[in-house]
């Protein structure tokens, strides 16, 4: 049964999409007057709205209509052949990475967090106190797989949101990829076939060329995977293990519906195909609860699920996790003889961090921030240029970006370079150039008068293109 709160915004939601964006809504003490409610129950009801995406706040000046997003692409699914292959584009990826590690650039491309948004004092606070009631010997050499209160806190701290995995079946990691490069190595052999549907983060395409993989693509869109091709690629034997997002897919932003998680659970035990899940932006979406991962419904044992938290509190911050299941058990050694030690210090910071709730804190704080800040992004974009549409993402701040047909992404990648802007072309997603008519852009920053002006930049170059190539050439 649903709660007052929940029944009043309810009905409050088809009267929110009639007012203009932004417009000032009633303080709370009004609006508890107006519907003869408590002041409690106003403040839930504004609460659970602005957790749903329909108004947000600001400090001191009291609760706004958001912006709806009012057009997006339907990214077409794209018939082609799921084959065995090699991943191409190494020098434009070594060049994109290259680029978003300059300080004195716009960063429109890699995936990252402003730093406002970076929980910075508490996080300071936590390892500042970890530091101080550590022991002599948290400053030997740690454990390989992950110091014991981190993991514990990691159990915790999921099983919160319904994931029950044990602290020893927690094996803590440099970062995500780190996750990632040990579960591809301990599974497959150089110049085996791993199963990936495109597009997909250009980091992984990039990884499996770095360790000599090849890779079978499988077609997805703003609708989430093909299943019925991924369940004929697994039947056919080519491929032992796939690769994959569930939550909030980078680029797309998709998230799985349970059904589709289960499904793909179920291909991996009848096919005996390894699943190695990137849950990396589970924590980014715009809802108040976590999405489980594919993870929760394996019964088999055939999924790996790894993460970070990288991209829900500091992309400086390289701690990630492995979680193996029943199937993979055998390879608990080689993953601990071939991880690299992780900062012990910082694992303690963190294991503060989550143990005194700051950590819930922050994701509570980042999810409404996150979803107005990408909804900023999307109504700029829309207003500067009507020939882009855009992937409206469930999750997570990376944006998808269609442009015309007759703009070159490539020769607009370029024109950024050279306006000291980061973007990310589509092409590097998926082979064959499928996706050469899409960007990809980071909306992890606040948008501020900078990155405005760098977007208008962008958007500018893209009307005058494709307004030059619309136009009939006088002879």
């Not at 009801?45 to 706040?57: K, M, N």
Request: hydrophobic letters at 40%; glycine letters at 4%; charged letters at 15%.
């Amino acid at each position: 049964m649903a709660f007052l709160y929940q029944t009043l915004a309810q009905t409050l939601i088809p009267k929110l999409k009639e007012l203009p964006a932004h417009s000032k809504l009633p303080s709370l003490r009004v609006f508890a007057k107006q519907h003869h409610i408590s002041l409690s129950t106003a403040q839930a009801c504004y609460v659970w709205l602005e957790a749903q995406g329909y108004i947000y706040s600001k400090i001191k000046s009291g609760y706004f209509v958001q912006a709806q997003p009012t057009t997006h692409a339907v990214l077409e699914r794209i018939n082609f052949p799921s084959v065995q292959r090699n991943v191409s584009n190494f020098e434009l990826f070594d060049q994109i990475q290259e680029a978003s590690s300059h300080t004195k650039i716009i960063h429109l491309g890699a995936i990252q967090l402003g730093a406002t948004l970076i929980p910075i004092d508490p996080l300071r606070h936590s390892i500042q106190r970890a530091l101080k009631h550590s022991h002599s010997e948290d400053f030997l050499y740690c454990n390989r797989q992950g110091h014991l209160k981190l993991r514990e806190a990691f159990s915790q701290l999921w099983a919160e949101d319904g994931i029950h995995v044990a602290a020893n079946d927690i094996l803590i990691t440099n970062g995500c990829m780190a996750a990632l490069s040990l579960s591809i190595q301990s599974l497959t052999q150089p110049n085996d076939a791993i199963i990936i549907p495109t597009p997909t983060f250009n980091g992984q395409l990039q990884l499996l060329a770095s360790l000599k993989r090849k890779i079978i693509e499988v077609p997805s869109d703003t609708q989430g995977i093909d299943l019925q091709r991924l369940e004929e690629v697994m039947q056919s034997g080519q491929a032992k293990v796939c690769l994959l997002t569930a939550n909030y897919q980078n680029p797309l932003g998709y998230c799985l519906s349970h059904t589709e998680k289960q499904k793909i659970a179920q291909l991996a035990a009848q096919y005996q195909c390894y699943i190695i899940e990137d849950d990396i932006y589970a924590e980014c979406g715009y809802q108040q609860q976590r999405p489980l991962p594919i993870q929760y419904w394996d019964t088999s044992g055939y999924v790996i699920w790894t993460g970070s938290v990288s991209k829900s509190m500091s992309s400086a911050y390289r701690i990630g996790w492995v979680c193996l299941g029943n199937k993979t058990q055998h390879l608990r050694t080689h993953f601990l003889n071939h991880n690299m030690l992780v900062n012990t210090p910082l694992q303690l910071g963190l294991a503060d961090f989550i143990y005194s709730g700051q950590y819930k804190k922050h994701i509570e704080r980042l999810r409404s921030q996150l979803l107005q800040q990408v909804n900023a992004y999307i109504e700029t974009i829309q207003k500067l240029c009507p020939y882009v549409q855009i992937v409206i993402p469930q999750g997570g701040y990376a944006l998808w970006l269609k442009l015309p047909q007759e703009v070159s992404t490539f020769e607009l990648y370029n024109f950024a370079l050279q306006q000291s802007i980061s973007i990310v072309p589509g092409i590097v997603f998926g082979e064959d150039a499928k996706y050469k008519h899409y960007i990809r852009l980071n909306a992890g920053h606040p948008l501020n008068t900078e990155i405005k002006d760098a977007l208008k930049k962008l958007m500018d170059w893209i009307t005058c293109c494709y307004l030059q190539a619309k136009t009939p050439q006088i002879k």
